[in-house]
């Protein structure tokens, strides 16, 4: 997983990386500046995003992409498994909520490529 902000938003990011790591302590998280983003999404390939930039045009490579607003009064905007949505309650529990999802739908793809031949 992969959590990157603008750096005047280090704090913020950090805080967030370690609630997450704390609350799902098996899942891997970076947390990064966005003059770091592309290089890191290269080098990771994270399934799970968490930005406070838009997600890329284009088909989605990512199970799941969770555009963070700095701004308390804009909604978080949330790609997950192709769905779009929005929530304007974007708490720690929201995020962790986003990633259980992308959790189950990643296991539900390997499931199903492994049955077929």
Known sequence: MLVATEDEYRAYREVLAAGIETMRPDIEVAAV??????????????????????????????????????????PAKISLGGRRSESTDATLETLISVIDEAEGLSRTRESLEGRIP
């Open 33 to 74: 500046g966005l003059d770091r983003l592309e290089g890191e999404l290269a080098r990771l390939d994270p399934e799970v995003v968490v930005c406070s930039r838009p997600e890329p045009a284009g088909p989605g490579v990512r199970l799941a992409w969770l555009e963070l607003p700095l701004d308390p009064t804009r």
